[in-house]
């Protein structure tokens, strides 16, 4: 059962491709948690199914460990359309 998200806040696109550190992936999935990630006023989710299946990983130095690589998750951006609303959120039951 999926209980809490893991949230992070985004600060550049690439393309249309969001990128992530490997570290709140990694969080997200020991907790079992779905991982939200927000772009300026925008975000999106990616399942805990889908977390081990981004578009693509790259692995980069830290920026304040010497010699340690930090692996970068790219997901598909693709944020949730505001004006849908969700399933049973706000919905009257007119049966």
Avoid: C
């Amino acid at each position: 059962m999926v209980s809490r998200e893991v949230v992070k806040e985004v600060k550049t696109l690439y393309g249309n491709l969001i990128s992530v550190q490997g570290v709140y992936v990694k969080r997200a999935f020991t907790r079992k948690a779905n991982l939200k990630l927000t772009y300026k006023d925008d975000y999106m989710i990616v399942p805990l199914s889908q977390l081990h299946k981004p578009i693509k990983t790259t692995m980069i130095p830290d920026k304040f460990i010497r010699d340690k690589m930090n692996k970068l998750y790219y997901y598909q951006w693709k944020p949730i359309d505001k004006n849908q609303t969700t399933l049973f959120d706000g919905e009257k039951n007119d049966l």
